[in-house]
Nanobody, 121 residues
Framework: QVQLVESGGGLVQPGGSLRLSCAAS????????MAWYRQAPGKQRELVAV???????NYGEPVKGRFTISRDNAKNTVYLQMNSLKPEDTAVYYC???????????????WGQGTRVTVSS
């Protein structure tokens, strides 16, 4: 079955950087959009960034100018480069992929289990 596995989270000081990765595996025929969401304690899950199969990107307002989403289609992997991190960026970051799997052959949305990012001195 399809799995999304995130990595790269951890503790970083304000102003620092982290690079998150999310690799999709399983019987995947194709992947369309890939995205990063985040959820802080007591807050709703929010969109961080999304990237299409063609490389078009969109970002949530709080991270514009600081985060960059990218993907490696050969590896079915999406990345999130996070720079100039703020304490407000502290959250669990979730990977999401819109994909077609085998043998379903239908377009579905999958989530990773999340990776924790803590921005603190």
């Amino acid at each position: 079955q399809v799995q999304l596995v995130e990595s790269g989270g951890g503790l970083v000081q304000p102003g620092g950087s982290l690079r998150l990765s999310c690799a999709a595996s399983g019987r995947i025929f194709s992947i369309n959009d890939m995205a990063w969401y985040r959820q802080a304690p007591g807050k709703q899950r929010e969109l961080v960034a999304v990237i299409t199969s063609g490389g078009n990107t969109n970002y949530g307002e709080p991270v514009k100018g600081r985060f960059t989403i990218s993907r490696d289609n050969a590896k079915n992997t999406v990345y999130l480069q996070m720079n100039s991190l703020k304490p407000e960026d502290t959250a669990v970051y979730y990977c999401n992929a819109d994909l077609v799997r085998v043998p379903s052959w239908g377009r579905e949305s999958y989530w990773g289990q999340g990776t924790r990012v803590t921005v603190s001195s």
